[in-house]
């Protein structure tokens, strides 16, 4: 039934300090962006390596949503990096605060964590 995932949707609380986290810290590309007047919100496309991944929203005074301790729900985003120490120094490089390198326990595969600007976890696993 399922084929792939088509998109991950994310609202956040400043528009323009995700938009840089997403494209210039992440380096995804802009496939669209779009002001929706009747909602007062953004609505900004974003791909990775050429394949349509994140939707990025804004929304006039959003509630936070609790990120920590752990709570129910969709927890984190995870992306996949050829060279995880490269990544990390890359981000150091633009600002952004690892978590310490961890191994998983199941695959023996290093990883870490960091936060974008509303404190939704990301991790980067090493392929």
Same mark, same amino acid.
């Given at each position: 039934?399922?084929? #792939?995932?088509?998109h991950?949707?994310i609202? +956040?609380? !400043?528009?323009?300090? #995700?938009?840089?986290?997403?494209?210039?810290?992440?380096?995804?590309?802009? @496939?669209?962006?779009?002001?929706r007047?009747e909602?007062?919100?953004?609505? @900004?496309?974003?791909? @990775?390596?050429?394949?349509?991944?994140? &939707?990025?929203f804004?929304?006039? *005074?959003?509630p936070? =949503?609790?990120? =920590?301790?752990?709570?129910?729900?969709? =927890?984190?985003l995870?992306? #996949?990096?050829?060279?995880? *120490?490269?990544?990390? %120094?890359?981000? %150091?490089?633009?600002?952004?605060? +690892?978590e310490?390198? =961890?191994? *998983?326990?199941?695959?023996g595969?290093?990883?870490i964590f960091?936060a !974008?600007? *509303? !404190? @939704?976890?990301i991790?980067?696993? &090493?392929?």
């Amino acid at each position: 039934m399922l084929k #792939s995932v088509h998109h991950i949707a994310i609202i +956040c609380s !400043d528009y323009q300090k #995700s938009k840089v986290f997403y494209t210039q810290i992440l380096g995804c590309e802009i @496939l669209a962006e779009n002001y929706r007047e009747e909602r007062s919100s953004y609505k @900004l496309d974003l791909m @990775l390596n050429g394949v349509y991944c994140i &939707e990025l929203f804004s929304f006039p *005074d959003p509630p936070d =949503r609790v990120s =920590r301790p752990e709570a129910s729900g969709l =927890r984190h985003l995870a992306f #996949s990096v050829e060279n995880l *120490d490269g990544a990390i %120094a890359e981000l %150091a490089g633009k600002g952004v605060v +690892c978590e310490p390198v =961890r191994i *998983d326990e199941f695959t023996g595969k290093r990883f870490i964590f960091f936060a !974008d600007p *509303d !404190d @939704l976890p990301i991790e980067l696993v &090493e392929q």
